[in-house]
């Protein structure tokens, strides 16, 4: 069965063929997938959901494969925790992490699109995919690229954390750091794929792969039991996975799995890199494109391809945005580990930070429920927390020194 009609753009809503394709001729707009959704609702009960595997294709008819998915067979499904340590601490009374750090196979987020990329790809009938990545999607491309016997390049910023950069190299892949920041780096590989016959995951096959996004939206709301939360904390780098989990709210109440969603909708960035955050803020209407200088290195996009729906998304929910310093980030990384256990990079410093922030600006009641979107693994960005958390007791091995050390 075939769900997906073909590609549309979001600003002219002309259609276009399924082809890697990802901008509008005529205008320039982005293109998106478009559904068969009256098809898909015949097909897709939350039944047939519950009756499939824990992994991210339990929602296969909403994602824009035409055949079976071949790649990311593990990946999704990632826990929702109620977090109830947290929810003391922050004074409230119904708080959710949902936890892709440990999202399989490369511990963040990108493993859900790049699991529909490469699926797609190989439809396609490509050999070679590629990707320019602030960190997390160069992991994720290279692992699973591995896996599907791809051929594989990787463009990061040559700035890029160790962990980052071993996480992706230990997969084998053609691994280039690129002495410049991520717009610089992007800017590039769109001259590379317009050159070369590669499957550039989120340039020309990015009308796809954004579609994984959608299932963090999915899963809150299955795993709260067919229902929306209140309140969703998502932090932004080019602005695609807030779009998309506004989108899977929409399609899961369009398609009558969930009520129609109360929820708002907020954006969380690094005081150092925060186009969007400032956007809302000053409820403009375009996007400044800022140079960034932040820890968060995962969401530094000065330049977010999808700023504008981000806004978007921020504004039709009645959300809102904020950002944190890097100080801030450290303090909310220790925080979630000390209470939920919950081991967070950089990125889960802004997103638990600015959850707080906004908790204590009143804009998120404390008597509403409110899920944090952690979408990435702490041991990625150790440098981070550097003389920040503390040191070991050290002793020798007897009693006397361990009694003399630890008594006082
Ligand atoms: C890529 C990334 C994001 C944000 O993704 P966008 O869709 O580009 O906004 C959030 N968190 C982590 C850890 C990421 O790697
Ligand atoms: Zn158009």
């Not at 890029?160 to 920041?181: A, D, H, M, Q, S």
């Not at 039991?225 to 989108?247: E, F, M, Q």
């Not at 504008?308 to 950002?323: K, M, N, P, Q, S």
Request: proline share 5%; with cysteine; net charge positive.
């Amino acid at each position: 069965m075939i769900y997906v009609k073909g590609l549309k753009c979001r600003e002219c809503g002309r259609i276009y063929p399924k082809e890697p394709l990802y901008v509008c001729e005529y205008c320039f707009g982005p293109l998106e997938v478009d559904y068969d959704y009256e098809k898909i609702k015949k097909k897709l009960t939350k039944e047939t959901i519950q009756s499939r595997g824990r992994n991210l294709w339990r929602y296969k008819e909403l994602l824009p494969i035409d055949g079976e998915a071949t790649d990311g067979l593990n990946s999704g499904f990632t826990p929702l925790i109620r977090a109830k340590n947290l929810e003391k601490a922050l004074g409230v009374r119904e708080l959710y992490i949902k936890d892709d750090s440990v999202n399989h196979p490369s511990l963040s987020f990108k493993d859900r699109v790049v699991a529909v990329a490469l699926s797609k790809a190989k439809e396609f009938g490509f050999h070679t995919v590629a990707c320019a990545s602030t960190g997390n999607l160069a992991n994720s491309v290279a692992a699973q690229a591995a896996v599907a016997g791809l051929k594989r390049y990787i463009f990061v910023p040559a700035d890029l954390e160790r962990g980052k950069i071993l996480g992706t190299l230990i997969y084998k892949p053609i691994l280039v750091t690129v002495e410049g920041n991520y717009d610089q780096v992007n800017r590039l590989c769109s001259e590379i794929a317009t050159k070369y016959k590669w499957a550039f995951v989120n340039i020309n096959i990015r009308p796809y792969y954004a579609e994984g996004s959608k299932t963090v939206g999915y899963e809150i709301a299955e795993q709260l039991g067919w229902k929306a939360p209140r309140h969703i904390i998502v932090p932004c780098a080019g602005g695609s996975l807030i779009t998309k989990i506004y989108k899977g709210l929409k399609e899961f109440s369009a398609l009558g799995l969930i009520d129609k969603p109360e929820t708002k909708i907020y954006a969380a960035q690094a005081t150092g890199c925060a186009p969007i955050v400032t956007a809302i803020k000053e409820n403009a209407t375009i996007i400044k494109p800022v140079k960034p200088d932040t820890i968060a290195k995962s969401l530094a996009i000065g330049n977010p391809a999808d700023g504008v729906y981000a806004l978007a998304a921020v504004r039709e929910t009645r959300g809102w945005a904020e950002d944190v310093s890097d100080n801030e980030i450290v303090e909310a990384i220790k925080l979630l580990a000390r209470t939920e256990g919950i081991f967070t990079e950089t990125a889960g410093g802004v997103t638990l930070g600015v959850a707080k922030k906004l908790i204590e600006q009143g804009k998120i009641p404390r008597d509403e429920s409110v899920v944090v979107c952690i979408t990435g693994n702490g041991l990625k960005t150790q440098e981070a927390l550097l003389g920040k958390i503390g040191n070991p007791i050290k002793i020798k091995p007897n009693i006397a020194s361990f009694e003399e050390n630890i008594r006082q």
